[in-house]
């Protein structure tokens, strides 16, 4: 099966600055790959699929980036209202695995 | 709107049958072409693992981690779809969502519901 290796585990960044979250494939995937956002006691929600397209209504501080095997997600300006772990999720094949997921946090 | 909502016992015994259910409103599950409804869970404090897939057909797949101890199926007749795991322990404790996928990532979930596997 193919691992999902997310990194960092967990980050602190200030209020307007630009985090990146890499997710790593262990094989090649192309681009089938979503990113989700799950806040402390919520659902996770889709922000991205197809490796770097927007989910309808998610804001455009996100991005996402990448193909094959390494992933990129990018919140150019850091909001208090980002704090969440975030996933990577592979779907080119069954099974559907998930990234060990990334923590934001505001310092 | 879509909306899923799972049920279920929140406790089972070691070596038990966890069993839940999910209810599919606003969407037909009969008529969905592109959509596959899946199970995931998340162990308190950790991350997200699927566990498996059913299409309207009854064809499945699932994560060969839990394989030999997983069964999902649908009842159309209902608008509902199930999950089983069997010979469960503690390891199984978890919040267990029902979602709906489009061609592979998840567009809807259930609230979750906290399975706690206990004697």
């Known amino acids: 099966d193919i691992q999902m290796t997310q990194s960092p585990s967990s980050l602190s960044a200030s209020v307007g600055d630009r985090v990146t979250i890499t997710c790593r494939a262990s094989q090649g995937i192309s681009n089938y790959l979503a990113w989700y956002q799950q806040k402390p006691g919520k659902i996770p929600k889709v922000l991205i699929h197809?490796?770097?397209t927007l989910q309808s209504g998610v804001p455009s501080r996100f991005s996402g980036s990448g193909s094959g095997t390494d992933f990129t997600l990018t919140i150019s300006s850091l909001q208090p209202e980002d704090v969440a772990t975030y996933y990577c999720q592979k779907y080119n094949s069954v099974p559907l695995t998930f990234g060990g997921g990334t923590k934001v946090e505001i310092k | 709107q879509v909306q899923l909502q799972e049920s279920g016992p929140g406790l089972v015994k070691p070596s038990g049958t966890l069993s839940l259910t999910c209810a599919v409103s606003g969407a037909s599950i009969s008529s969905s072409e592109s959509n596959w409804w899946s199970w995931v869970r998340q162990p308190p404090g950790k991350g997200l693992e699927w566990i498996g897939e059913?299409?309207?057909?009854?064809?499945?797949n699932y994560n060969p981690s839990l394989k030999s101890r997983v069964t999902i199926s649908v009842d159309k007749s209902k608008n509902q779809f199930s999950l089983k795991v069997s010979s469960v322990t503690a390891a199984d404790t978890a919040v267990y969502y029902c979602a709906r996928q489009f061609g592979g990532p998840v567009d809807y979930w259930g609230q979750g519901t906290l399975v706690t596997v206990s004697s």
């Open positions: 059913i299409y309207h057909s009854g064809s499945t």
């Open positions: 197809g490796a770097s």
